[in-house]
């Protein structure tokens, strides 16, 4: 009798796929170690923030820190994309995230020899910036080389549970660890947890860039920007995400929200971005119906439509655990919208283009929430809270809208077949 194979169970149907983790070994390494790494960097983000306050005792100085962290992370995307399609990423994986450890440690040995300067802290947290802008693009192209494509929207989902577990799990374990043993112990921490993330990187294969016949021997930044120019489903990707980001983003709102809409304080605060952040967790979690999508254009179109009508209707209510319902709906859009923007990127770039893609989604993941928050705010100084949520939910919907009647073949996009 010819064997066949067994119809997934339920549970399979609705909860993350880890398929890509008993597939391939160097994927499941370097997801464990990205994993821990990740909840020592966002605790190592949180001191850093903490010790600028306890220097300075100033919000703007803090708020500087994103600043500082920004700039190179956009400038040096564009570069690391463009050395990650030059050499072994392998190597720039590794010695990049060796540099990164090596910035902890430092963190580490000025605060247990009490040296507390500002411009200390802003200038480890620019050369950070640096590290992960050579760091991401090389690990993102490193995975359509470890699984198979089938298996990239499962791998995308279980790295988005990496990012949200780290950055909720992180800076409550920071803060605890700061209060109770000081910043050193945290810096050390993060070194510490960076040794599986290093582990994993140095246990892959060599992974020199498929470059075609004849191909120049530095990959350029403008041959890339070319590629992408002539690729609209990977540019409507891109489109997609600013119309959810620059137009739709709340958080900067939060702290004037919590008081003139719930009556609350910090801790209300608190619940909005734990909201957002466990809907983008349950995303993850509950992703095992993103493997068997193949339209991936008209999923991101729906997930991002969902974003902002999640964020609409928050706008409009004034119960907070609505609210927080409403916010955690967005979150999970945003996970799924996530999930299968990553996957086009893979697919249907070619692997010698894959570093310079993915330099230009940092950049668009990096700035765009960072523009949100300026025009959220600049909104709801001259107009209201309500409009700057509300109307910036819609106008997310209607841009979406127009983006995918100017590019409709993105709609069709399909799977089995990747088409740029």
């Not at 990012?163 to 920071?174: C, I, K, N, R």
């Not at 739709?248 to 809409?261: C, E, M, R, T």
Request: some cysteine; proline content about 5%; hydrophobic content about 55%.
């Amino acid at each position: 009798m010819t064997p066949t194979t067994a119809p997934p169970q339920l549970w399979q149907r609705i909860f993350a796929d880890l398929t890509p983790l008993s597939a391939s070994a160097d994927y499941r390494r370097l997801w464990f170690g990205g994993t821990i790494s990740w909840v020592g960097q966002a605790m190592t983000t949180l001191a850093i923030s903490l010790q600028v306050y306890d220097i300075t005792r100033s919000s703007f100085s803090v708020g500087l820190v994103g600043l500082f962290s920004l700039v190179p992370l956009v400038v040096f995307g564009l570069y690391g994309g463009a050395i990650a399609d030059t050499v072994d990423r392998r190597k720039l994986g590794l010695y990049s995230s060796m540099g990164a450890a090596a910035l902890s440690v430092v963190l580490a040995a000025a605060a247990l020899l009490g040296f507390h300067r500002v411009w200390f802290l802003y200038a480890v947290v620019a050369l950070q910036a640096v590290c992960g802008a050579l760091t991401g693009p090389a690990r993102s192209a490193m995975i359509p080389r470890l699984l198979p494509v089938e298996q990239l929207p499962a791998a995308n989902a279980l790295n988005s549970m990496t990012m949200t577990f780290g950055s909720m799990v992180g800076p409550a374990l920071g803060g605890v660890i700061v209060t109770v043993a000081g910043y050193g112990t945290a810096y050390l921490i993060d070194v510490v947890t960076f040794g599986a993330a290093l582990y994993a990187m140095w246990k892959l294969p060599s992974m020199k860039p498929d470059r075609a016949e004849g191909a120049r021997g530095r990959a350029s930044v403008l041959d890339g920007l070319r590629f992408l120019g002539t690729r609209p489903n990977i540019r409507m990707t891109f489109f997609s995400d600013l119309a959810a980001m620059v137009l739709a983003q709340p958080k900067a709102l939060f702290p004037a929200i919590a008081v003139l809409w719930y009556g609350g304080g910090p801790g209300t605060v608190g619940l909005l971005v734990a909201a957002l952040a466990a809907g983008a967790l349950l995303g993850g979690l509950f992703s095992g119906w993103q493997g068997r999508i193949r339209r991936h254009g008209l999923a991101i179109l729906l997930a991002v439509a969902g974003w902002g009508l999640a964020v609409a209707a928050f706008g409009l209510t004034r119960n907070l655990w609505l609210g927080m319902f409403f916010l955690a709906l967005a979150g999970y859009a945003d996970t799924a919208s996530m999930v299968f923007r990553t996957t086009m990127l893979q697919a249907a770039t070619p692997d010698d283009m894959r570093g310079r893609l993915q330099g230009v989604f940092i950049i668009v993941v990096a700035g765009g929430p960072r523009l949100g928050d300026f025009l959220a705010g600049t909104t709801a100084d001259l107009v209201s809270p309500t409009v700057a949520v509300t109307g910036g939910g819609l106008a997310c919907v209607l841009v979406l809208g127009l983006l995918a009647l100017r590019w409709r073949n993105f709609a069709r996009y399909d799977a089995r077949s990747p088409q740029a």
